[in-house]
């Protein structure tokens, strides 16, 4: 059953598998065709996302356990509609004591029957960098001691977490008197540290930098069996009709997993009276810029992200650019670019948060170039330097090759990573940059086991790279305008024309028109209506420059206590999240707006490194950006900036709610499958976890359903609501015209012909034409409606001579 559309449930104790239930029949009048879930299988206790996952052979008991799954998809089965899951197959949580495989790995070390289901270094003791202090302060300080109660005496730190001992230490743990402590550590299979030693001394491979996260050897067939047993299962039986596959560029062989996953789930028969197949696959992977995802992996698509980064660069005026760029610099003081910006989080990351998986790295490659004679001169230092100065410039996440070949793809990739590193390279290293290449490509000298196991170190470590050090470092340094800076977005370029849009959507429905389409997501830096408001400001940066000017006067001397970068993108923050309906005499609104904020300030903070961290939290800084913000939004204290932020949110608002509708057109009409994340069927203002993770109200939803303008009016969606309750009721009356559908550019003629795109959806004699309008701000300002006057566009028509001015007279979207 191919899906129609989602929408994407964040499933946790409190929002259980019996909430979405009640609300199938919502979703079904909404046009959903398949609940999307995040992870279903066992999670650490309270884990509010499900990502941490402890056992992934049976559903999560906190959600309902598999008799309220099982209830849930009979209600979805019942409408016609089905289920799609999420899966970890890179990492499971180690946190907490509830993973039993990790526990027996602590219990029997090497000798565990799951000591090879994750990624560890056995040539010495498994590190569990745990302790808040080296580890003789901690023994000293008595945090560490030995509970000999119950079934198995156990380790216990802070007198709360457990640590298993090995079965021959348990007598010695109850015998009177106690063990040696010291000795009793001494003889684990682990060594216990301090928590700092996990960058440079971690001998096992995690989540990006997360300790709390263990990758999975997915790649054994064991534990492939193992973690896949109970998807497997629920899709034999008809449960489920489709995975998304979280962080693919995590393992170690991506497309190797991805079709060994579609051969075993096209081979499994599913009962009678549930859709036949072939089950939905998507793969969350972000796609550097100009990289396009192989079309040979047995995949349907990616879950989106390339999409979100596609509409919403179309949204925004090129013109912006420059001044934007150059306000950022003027206001912030910081005069980089976002090349710079990326190089520089790129060197920090490196020498900060993976000095140890960086070694492993550099010693793989040293053991494969002493084993060729071609390459046996190249010293650990040489090769240490040309690794350092190719992930400081890689363009991509990573690359796909095993050691022996590479796919064709890669080498666009190893080119550019020649030519970029060649500025950074010593006189004479050149070469050295050349054999690590070679070698990626599976063509360098020396032993073919040890190319693999080097090719695998260097792409497992390239990816997390890339994640931590552009979207969590860079993308909090660099605040030209905050809209163009979210996951899987190139933060470098600031819009996207027609044109390519048009090239980028035509390739969609070639190669992936089952893929998934999204705009917002649980892990997006800002909701899709904070973007689509931001945006309005690369068509009017004069307008945002005179008005960021006064704010920042306004604020006083606080302001002049937080750097003005920070002040720079709070401003553009306030903005962007204004809460529809929010006054600026409206103190209780005004409180709470105040502490998402705070919130998001703090994360922002921490994330750039650069005024505080999560390392190292500096307190007194993060305290008068805290002052700042609870005075800019005390009615009381600032009224007259209150007063100034409201009337301007008021003054852009028929532009926003342009291109709130849109991005959601686009969404639901271009070739793809269109996913709704919960609530964003309103106006979605939300800023980065958890504010994007907030309870929905879904009372209201169901409410401005049959009322949307009523329930719902102006910026708050209603009619974004409505909307996509149109557009999916279309999807739902011919679904392959959506589905398989060709895309073929519609072309615009006239004096207002680069404010229109326009497209045709075709399938045999069906065919439906599409056509929004782009960039309209300066005809819109001042007011709330979304369409400019019919007087405006002038000429402007498409090729078949229908005037734009009748098509979007009421409207910015047509659809017809």
């Given at each position: 059953?191919t899906?129609r559309a989602?929408?994407?449930?964040?499933f946790?104790?409190?929002?259980?598998?019996?909430?979405?239930e009640?609300?199938?029949?919502y979703?079904d009048?909404l046009?959903?065709?398949?609940?999307y879930?995040s992870p279903?299988t066992?999670?650490?206790?309270?884990s509010?996302h499900g990502?941490?996952?402890?056992?992934?052979?049976?559903?999560?008991?906190e959600?309902?356990g598999?008799e309220?799954?099982?209830?849930?998809?009979?209600a979805?089965?019942?409408?016609g509609?089905?289920?799609?899951?999420d899966i970890?197959?890179?990492h499971?949580?180690?946190?907490?004591?509830?993973n039993?495989?990790?526990?027996?790995?602590?219990?029997?070390g090497?000798?565990?029957r799951?000591?090879?289901?994750?990624?560890i270094d056995w040539?010495?003791k498994?590190l569990l960098?745990l302790?808040?202090?080296?580890?003789?302060?901690?023994l000293?300080a008595g945090?560490i001691?030995?509970?000999a109660?119950?079934?198995?005496?156990?380790?216990v730190?802070?007198g709360?977490?457990r640590?298993?001992?090995r079965?021959?230490d348990?007598?010695?743990?109850?015998?009177?008197?106690?063990a040696?402590?010291?000795e009793?550590?001494?003889r684990?299979?682990?060594?216990?540290a301090?928590?700092?030693t996990?960058?440079?001394?971690?001998?096992?491979r995690?989540?990006?930098?997360?300790?709390?996260?263990?990758?999975?050897r997915?790649?054994?067939?064991?534990v492939?069996?193992?973690t896949?047993a109970?998807y497997?299962r629920?899709y034999?039986e008809?449960?489920?009709?489709g995975?998304?596959?979280d962080?693919v560029?995590g393992?170690?062989?991506?497309?190797?997993?991805c079709?060994?996953?579609?051969q075993r789930?096209?081979a499994i028969g599913?009962?009678?009276?549930?859709p036949?197949?072939?089950a939905y696959v998507?793969i969350?992977k972000?796609l550097?810029p100009g990289?396009?995802?192989a079309t040979?992996?047995?995949?349907?698509?990616?879950?989106?992200?390339?999409?979100?980064?596609q509409?919403s660069?179309?949204?925004?005026?090129?013109?912006?650019?420059k001044?934007l760029a150059?306000?950022?610099?003027?206001?912030?003081?910081?005069?980089?670019d976002f090349?710079?910006e990326?190089?520089a989080?790129?060197q920090?990351?490196?020498d900060?948060?993976f000095?140890?998986?960086m070694e492993a790295c550099?010693t793989a490659?040293?053991?494969l170039?002493?084993?060729?004679?071609?390459?046996?001169?190249l010293t650990?230092a040489m090769?240490?330097?040309a690794?350092?100065?190719?992930l400081?410039?890689f363009p991509?996440?990573?690359t796909y090759?095993d050691?022996?070949?590479?796919?064709a793809e890669d080498a666009?990739?190893?080119?550019?990573?020649?030519?970029?590193?060649?500025?950074?390279?010593?006189p004479?290293e050149?070469?050295?940059?050349?054999h690590?290449l070679?070698w990626?490509a599976?063509?360098?000298?020396g032993?073919p086991?040890l190319?693999?196991?080097?090719?695998?170190?260097f792409?497992?470590?390239?990816?997390?790279i890339?994640?931590?050090?552009?979207?969590?470092?860079?993308?909090y340094r660099?605040?030209?305008?905050?809209s163009?800076a979210?996951?899987?977005?190139d933060?470098?370029?600031?819009?996207?024309p027609?044109?390519?849009?048009?090239?980028a959507?035509?390739a969609?429905a070639?190669?992936f028109p089952?893929a998934?389409?999204?705009?917002a997501?649980?892990d997006?830096?800002?909701?899709?209506?904070?973007?689509a408001?931001l945006?309005v400001?690369?068509?009017?940066?004069?307008a945002?420059?005179?008005?960021?000017?006064?704010w920042?006067?306004l604020?006083?001397?606080?302001?002049?206590q937080v750097d003005?970068?920070d002040?720079s993108?709070?401003f553009q923050t306030l903005?962007?999240?204004?809460?529809?309906g929010?006054a600026?005499?409206d103190?209780?609104?005004?409180t709470?707006?105040?502490?998402?904020i705070i919130?998001?300030?703090?994360?922002a903070l921490r994330?750039?490194?650069?005024?505080s961290s999560?390392e190292a939290?500096?307190?007194?800084?993060?305290?008068a950006?805290e002052?700042l913000v609870?005075h800019?939004?005390?009615?009381?204290?600032?009224?007259?900036?209150l007063?100034d932020?409201?009337?301007?949110v008021?003054?852009?608002?028929g532009a926003?709610?342009a291109?709130?509708?849109?991005?959601?057109?686009?969404?639901?009409t271009v070739?793809?499958m269109?996913d709704?994340?919960?609530?964003?069927?309103?106006?979605d203002?939300?800023?980065?976890?958890p504010?994007n993770r907030?309870?929905?109200?879904y009372?209201l939803?169901q409410a401005?359903?049959?009322?949307?303008?009523?329930?719902?009016?102006?910026?708050?969606g209603g009619?974004k609501?409505?909307?996509?309750?149109d557009?999916?009721?279309r999807?739902?009356?011919n679904?392959a015209?959506?589905?398989e559908g060709?895309?073929?550019p519609?072309g615009?003629?006239?004096?207002r012909?680069?404010?229109v795109l326009?497209?045709?959806?075709?399938?045999?004699a069906?065919?439906?034409?599409?056509v929004v309008?782009?960039?309209?701000?300066?005809a819109?300002?001042?007011g709330?409606?979304?369409?400019?006057?019919?007087?405006?566009?002038?000429?402007?028509a498409?090729d078949?001579?229908?005037p734009?001015?009748?098509?979007l007279?009421?409207?910015?979207v047509?659809i017809?």
């Amino acid at each position: 059953m191919t899906p129609r559309a989602s929408y994407r449930f964040q499933f946790h104790r409190d929002f259980t598998f019996a909430d979405a239930e009640a609300l199938v029949p919502y979703l079904d009048r909404l046009g959903i065709s398949h609940v999307y879930a995040s992870p279903v299988t066992t999670a650490r206790s309270g884990s509010t996302h499900g990502y941490d996952v402890v056992d992934a052979t049976r559903i999560n008991p906190e959600l309902g356990g598999e008799e309220g799954l099982r209830s849930l998809v009979a209600a979805l089965r019942a409408r016609g509609m089905g289920l799609i899951i999420d899966i970890v197959p890179n990492h499971m949580g180690v946190a907490g004591g509830g993973n039993a495989w990790w526990n027996d790995v602590l219990r029997n070390g090497p000798e565990s029957r799951y000591a090879n289901f994750f990624g560890i270094d056995w040539s010495r003791k498994l590190l569990l960098p745990l302790l808040g202090a080296p580890l003789p302060q901690a023994l000293a300080a008595g945090d560490i001691g030995i509970d000999a109660d119950g079934d198995e005496p156990a380790l216990v730190l802070y007198g709360e977490q457990r640590l298993p001992l090995r079965p021959e230490d348990h007598a010695a743990a109850r015998a009177e008197g106690g063990a040696d402590l010291s000795e009793l550590l001494a003889r684990q299979h682990y060594q216990i540290a301090w928590w700092r030693t996990a960058d440079d001394d971690l001998n096992w491979r995690r989540f990006f930098t997360i300790t709390e996260l263990a990758g999975l050897r997915i790649e054994d067939e064991a534990v492939f069996e193992a973690t896949h047993a109970l998807y497997f299962r629920l899709y034999a039986e008809g449960l489920i009709d489709g995975v998304r596959i979280d962080h693919v560029d995590g393992l170690t062989d991506p497309a190797g997993y991805c079709r060994t996953l579609r051969q075993r789930l096209d081979a499994i028969g599913r009962p009678a009276g549930v859709p036949q197949g072939p089950a939905y696959v998507v793969i969350e992977k972000i796609l550097g810029p100009g990289e396009a995802l192989a079309t040979d992996w047995g995949v349907d698509g990616t879950s989106g992200y390339d999409f979100m980064e596609q509409a919403s660069a179309l949204l925004h005026a090129p013109d912006g650019e420059k001044p934007l760029a150059e306000l950022w610099w003027d206001f912030s003081g910081r005069e980089l670019d976002f090349h710079e910006e990326e190089l520089a989080a790129r060197q920090d990351m490196l020498d900060w948060a993976f000095d140890g998986q960086m070694e492993a790295c550099v010693t793989a490659f040293t053991a494969l170039a002493a084993s060729g004679d071609e390459s046996s001169g190249l010293t650990r230092a040489m090769l240490r330097r040309a690794i350092r100065r190719m992930l400081w410039v890689f363009p991509v996440y990573r690359t796909y090759g095993d050691g022996q070949s590479a796919p064709a793809e890669d080498a666009r990739v190893r080119e550019t990573v020649r030519r970029r590193a060649a500025r950074f390279t010593p006189p004479g290293e050149a070469m050295v940059v050349d054999h690590v290449l070679a070698w990626l490509a599976g063509e360098g000298p020396g032993d073919p086991g040890l190319a693999a196991t080097a090719v695998q170190r260097f792409q497992q470590l390239s990816a997390p790279i890339a994640a931590k050090s552009v979207e969590d470092t860079a993308f909090y340094r660099y605040g030209a305008l905050l809209s163009r800076a979210d996951v899987g977005f190139d933060a470098a370029r600031f819009s996207m024309p027609v044109a390519e849009f048009h090239q980028a959507m035509v390739a969609r429905a070639r190669d992936f028109p089952r893929a998934m389409l999204a705009t917002a997501t649980h892990d997006h830096k800002r909701g899709e209506d904070v973007r689509a408001r931001l945006a309005v400001l690369s068509e009017i940066p004069d307008a945002w420059r005179e008005r960021i000017t006064r704010w920042d006067r306004l604020a006083g001397d606080r302001a002049l206590q937080v750097d003005p970068a920070d002040r720079s993108m709070l401003f553009q923050t306030l903005f962007g999240a204004w809460s529809p309906g929010l006054a600026a005499g409206d103190r209780a609104g005004l409180t709470a707006f105040a502490g998402r904020i705070i919130a998001w300030q703090q994360k922002a903070l921490r994330e750039a490194k650069l005024r505080s961290s999560w390392e190292a939290p500096d307190e007194a800084y993060e305290a008068a950006c805290e002052k700042l913000v609870l005075h800019l939004l005390d009615p009381a204290r600032a009224a007259d900036f209150l007063a100034d932020i409201e009337a301007f949110v008021a003054h852009t608002a028929g532009a926003t709610r342009a291109n709130m509708l849109v991005q959601t057109a686009l969404r639901c009409t271009v070739p793809g499958m269109p996913d709704l994340y919960q609530g964003c069927e309103l106006a979605d203002f939300s800023l980065v976890d958890p504010d994007n993770r907030r309870p929905v109200d879904y009372g209201l939803r169901q409410a401005a359903l049959d009322d949307p303008e009523k329930s719902a009016p102006g910026l708050q969606g209603g009619g974004k609501l409505a909307l996509i309750r149109d557009l999916l009721e279309r999807r739902r009356a011919n679904p392959a015209l959506f589905a398989e559908g060709g895309y073929e550019p519609v072309g615009v003629q006239g004096v207002r012909a680069g404010h229109v795109l326009a497209f045709r959806r075709s399938l045999g004699a069906e065919s439906v034409t599409c056509v929004v309008m782009l960039r309209c701000a300066e005809a819109l300002l001042g007011g709330e409606k979304c369409v400019p006057d019919s007087a405006w566009w002038q000429d402007t028509a498409l090729d078949d001579g229908r005037p734009v001015a009748e098509l979007l007279a009421e409207s910015p979207v047509f659809i017809g």
